[in-house]
């Protein structure tokens, strides 16, 4: 399976995200999607979407995306939630769902930073595509892409487009 992780977006998907999604089968966004339901049906238009609500998001995208999402995917499990902090430093609510589920991937946006590490602590990759929209205080906008095969990532690939 090849994914699209994006966060952050902030009722923005510019033409670069949408060239560097296409080849994807799938994108998980990590909230803060902005823009209410219009614009996710802008970005289902591109691909088929998992997701979750952001701290930012209204009414309308939390009645259609949960807090967080708990899956499995080519033999990997998966949560996704939104406010995450990073390994080390896991928010409060994060670390629960971190130890109720264990994951063999947890994914998060909120920081606006893109950051993708190992946590031996918790034997998990951690994935935080960073922010593909203009709110906020990031010099470059980003989004990840990358194979999920047999419970392993590869070719992971950043897409860079300045915030100017």
């Not at 902030?10 to 909230?31: I, Q």
């Not at 995208?61 to 807090?67: L, N, S």
């Not at 960073?130 to 194979?147: N, S």
Request: charged share 20%; net charge negative; aromatic share 12%.
């Amino acid at each position: 399976m090849y994914v699209g992780l994006i966060s952050d977006t902030h009722g923005r998907f510019d033409r670069e995200f949408a060239d560097f999604l296409k080849p994807v089968d799938v994108v998980w966004h990590a909230g803060d999607w902005g823009g209410g339901p219009g614009f996710v049906q802008q970005i289902r238009e591109c691909k088929p979407v998992i997701g979750v609500h952001g701290n930012c998001d209204g009414l309308d995208i939390r009645g259609e995306f949960p807090e967080y999402q708990f899956f499995t995917e080519e033999g990997s499990k998966i949560l996704i939630t939104h406010i995450g902090g990073s390994p080390g430093h896991y928010y409060p609510r994060a670390q629960e769902l971190i130890k109720a589920t264990r994951p063999d991937i947890f994914v998060c946006g909120h920081s606006h930073i893109l950051k993708v590490q190992w946590d031996d602590k918790y034997g998990m990759m951690y994935l935080n595509p960073g922010a593909a929209g203009l709110q906020g205080w990031q010099v470059m906008r980003t989004a990840l892409r990358f194979k999920l095969e047999s419970g392993e990532i590869s070719g992971l690939e950043v897409l860079n487009v300045p915030r100017g």
